[in-house]
């Protein structure tokens, strides 16, 4: 299910995004994996990306990650955090029991949430893990930087031996290749 909420945007907002586009703060780079680097020629410029933030979310509702990879988004402490956290994961929840069940095809709950200012796209593992992203509300290919921001956390934390499911990941790999992954226009 997608949800998207909207505004019309006014002249001055379509101007500021404009130069946005063409000047991001921060860009993804597809050469730290080989697949976005065959798809980057196609698909889209790694110089459009950008990245405001990402939280990782456990499958009861707890806030195990969280990095911010630009100011564009209002600062925010570390229970705002943990607030913002929960109450996703309970509208998450809810939307999956609203979505009409098919035998193809099973419920999946909120994936993606616009507004004017940002863009959160959800994806949500087999194991009840959620990987929040929040980009710019026009970013092209955002499952795609979620892909490998997914396989980043399954070969840096989920192979760690020292690191338990379900808590707060604390792995300097991880965080070091996510960082050369997302990181700021020089």
């Not at 009409?100 to 909120?110: D, N």
Request: proline share 7%.
């Amino acid at each position: 299910m997608n949800v998207v909420f909207q505004q019309t945007p006014t002249p001055q907002q379509t101007e500021c995004q404009e130069k946005a586009a063409v000047q991001p703060l921060f860009v993804v780079h597809p050469a730290e994996s080989p697949a976005l680097e065959s798809q980057s020629r196609t698909l889209f410029l790694p110089s459009d990306l950008v990245v405001f933030a990402l939280i990782i979310i456990n499958r009861a509702g707890g806030l195990i990650y969280q990095r911010d990879f630009h100011e564009g988004l209002n600062k925010l402490n570390v229970n705002d955090y943990l607030i913002i956290a929960g109450t996703f994961h309970g509208v998450h929840a809810i939307t999956t029991r609203l979505t009409p069940f098919t035998s193809l095809v099973s419920p999946t709950g909120l994936e993606v949430l616009e507004s004017e200012h940002f863009r959160l796209q959800c994806f949500q593992t087999l194991t009840g893990t959620k990987f929040l992203l929040f980009t710019e509300p026009h970013q092209p290919n955002v499952d795609l930087i979620m892909r490998r921001v997914y396989e980043l956390y399954a070969d840096y934390v989920m192979k760690n031996p020292f690191y338990q499911i379900d808590m707060p990941v604390k792995c300097e790999a991880f965080d070091r290749h996510l960082g050369s992954y997302i990181k700021p226009r020089q």
